[in-house]
């Protein structure tokens, strides 16, 4: 008799243990998977606004080029708020943004941020020569900037899956 007894509770105690487990299991995954959803949607969003940033110094790089070249159909189309402008803009979006940045992309946009400084020392220089020939030899710094920019967009890219 004691061993039909048992075998009665165990009956009716593991529905409720396994349910138990089940209810536990389910919660972990649930927690886990909105948590991944919410570094995912924020990463998400911070690596388009770096991307948008990355874009808008890319199109000023061009324009730029197009100008030290003296295209014929050179036009700007993009406001000329200079490099400096673009730096502290890419270094905000970093830093308000990195833990939802990799590590590779943080150092791809330092090295970004790094030829941008170089840039807004020439571009300085450039200010103050009025000979149009002199200033021709600082645009050579914008393709060294359009070279960065575009493995960071690359590397953006690739990270994100696109």
Request: aromatic share 12%.
């Amino acid at each position: 008799m004691n061993h039909n007894l048992l075998f009665t509770l165990l009956l009716i105690a593991s529905p409720v243990v396994s349910a138990f487990l089940a209810s536990v299991v389910t919660y972990r995954y649930l927690t886990r998977a909105q948590k991944r959803e919410y570094l995912y949607q924020h990463r998400y969003a911070a690596y388009k606004e770096l991307s948008f940033q990355l874009i808008g110094l890319r199109k000023y790089c061009l324009d730029k080029i197009s100008e030290g070249e003296l295209n014929a159909f050179y036009h700007s189309y993009t406001l000329d708020i200079g490099s400096a402008q673009y730096q502290n803009e890419i270094v905000h979006v970093v830093e308000t943004n990195a833990m939802f940045l990799s590590n590779s992309i943080q150092t791809i946009v330092q090295s970004v941020v790094d030829k941008l400084s170089l840039l807004c020392k020439a571009e300085t220089v450039i200010l103050g020569i009025a000979n149009e020939n002199e200033k021709r030899t600082y645009y050579s710094f914008y393709p060294i900037v359009l070279t960065e920019i575009e493995k960071c967009l690359q590397e953006l890219s690739a990270e994100i899956e696109l």
